[in-house]
């Protein structure tokens, strides 16, 4: 079935660096390609999406780019804040199919 | 718009309790979603609705649980009796399908303890 894997976290890095975290999956046909963010106590929230192959998301000072060919949506941002800091999901939906799939979340912690 | 509300926040029962979580979805969606959190299993999906009709039912662990959606306003999930591996954040979900867009709605959680 389909499934989506992400990296392990914690994620720690220092203010203004550099963010990658990994996001691959695995779907029959055409799914549409999700980042969510849970912030400390809150539900979660769509930061950004893209619905086919070569689109980019982007929100916030983040982006992802759907790529087909490597099944992967890695989101990157080019300079983190602290406030950053948070739980971010990566997740799928097939083209008929109401449900998301999540991964596992990855922790994100950002010092100043 | 308020967004998915939730009640209760916080929940704390005795083993043995029934507990009812409630949900009401943002005005005009047609889906609504109910999942669980812990650290050990992460986000699990335990049910959704479409138009008030349970459509996927494969994630609710067993059955003490129990979900109904009696109106486009409102949903309960109960557990009964409770036991303290239920012990979780409860997140209730809605959205509107078929804009092709699949974006889900999350409310701020119940966090139900079990002791």
């Known amino acids: 079935g389909d499934s989506v894997t992400q990296m392990e976290g914690p994620v720690t890095l220092s203010e203004e660096a550099f963010l990658t975290i990994n996001c691959t999956y695995t779907a029959t046909g055409y799914p549409s390609l999700f980042w969510y963010v849970q912030y400390p106590g809150e539900g979660l929230q769509l930061l950004l999406k893209?619905?086919?192959?070569?689109d980019k998301g982007s929100n916030k000072g983040f982006e992802a780019t759907y790529r087909k060919e490597t099944t992967s949506f890695h989101l990157e941002k080019g300079s983190v804040q602290v406030s950053d800091s948070a739980v971010y999901f990566c997740a799928l939906s097939g083209r008929n199919d109401d449900k998301l799939i999540f991964g596992t979340g990855t922790r994100l912690q950002v010092f100043p | 718009d308020a967004g998915v509300i939730q009640s209760p926040r916080h929940e704390v029962t005795e083993m043995g309790q029934e507990v009812t979580l409630r949900c009401k979805p943002i005005?005009?969606?047609?889906?609504l979603f109910w999942y669980r959190q812990t650290m050990m299993r992460g986000l699990e999906l335990l049910i959704y609705?479409?138009?008030?009709?349970?459509?996927?039912d494969s994630g609710m662990p067993e059955d003490r649980f129990s979900a109904k959606m009696p109106n486009a306003s409102f949903s309960t999930l109960k557990i009964q009796p409770s036991e303290p591996r239920d012990s979780a954040v409860y997140f209730c979900?809605?959205?509107?399908?078929?804009?092709?867009?699949?974006?889900?709605?999350f409310g701020p959680g119940t966090r139900l303890t079990v002791t």
């Open positions: 979900a809605s959205s509107l399908v078929g804009t092709g867009l699949y974006e889900q709605y």
């Open positions: 005005s005009g969606h047609n889906s």
């Open positions: 609705f479409n138009n008030n009709v349970p459509i996927d």
């Open positions: 893209a619905t086919k192959a070569d």
